[in-house]
């Protein structure tokens, strides 16, 4: 199940990067005794405060222009936080000086 939340997770950000012909996503994958966590990571527009705090609700969009008819019904995250809380795990993202980062982590079975 985590390469579910991984494919979600990138796949939401490729989509938001429609106008970019290349985008780098950084993969970190630290695991323990105890847990796995997996990073995500890229450079793209700083996401403000009070927009992060709101970006795992169902359709939620960070940018206003974008309408439904990209395709997309803005569920991704949402849909990637249900898959993690599932496994009892936490998902989170930060965002600062241009660079994102969500974090994901699921206990050792």
Same mark, same amino acid.
């Given at each position: 199940?985590?390469? %579910? ?8 950000? %490729? ?8 985008? *780098? ?7 323990? *005794?105890?847990?796995?966590? !997996?990073?995500?990571?890229?450079? $793209? ?9 709101? !970006? ?5 969009? %960070?940018?206003?222009?974008? $309408?439904?008819?990209?395709? $997309? ?12 809380? %599932?496994?009892? $795990?936490? !998902? &989170? &993202?930060?965002?600062?000086? *241009?660079?994102? *980062? ?8």
């Amino acid at each position: 199940m985590q390469r %579910l939340s991984a494919l979600d997770l990138v796949e939401t950000r %490729l989509g938001e990067g429609s106008f970019v012909k290349e985008i *780098e996503i950084e993969i970190i994958v630290i695991q323990d *005794e105890n847990k796995t966590t !997996i990073k995500f990571i890229n450079h $793209g527009n700083t996401i403000p405060k009070e927009k992060l705090e709101r !970006i795992f609700e169902q359709f939620y969009r %960070l940018d206003t222009f974008r $309408g439904s008819n990209n395709g $997309g019904a803005d569920l991704g995250l949402a849909i990637a936080k249900d898959i993690v809380n %599932l496994h009892n $795990g936490t !998902i &989170a &993202a930060k965002s600062k000086n *241009e660079v994102i *980062e969500f974090e994901v982590t699921i206990p050792s079975p």
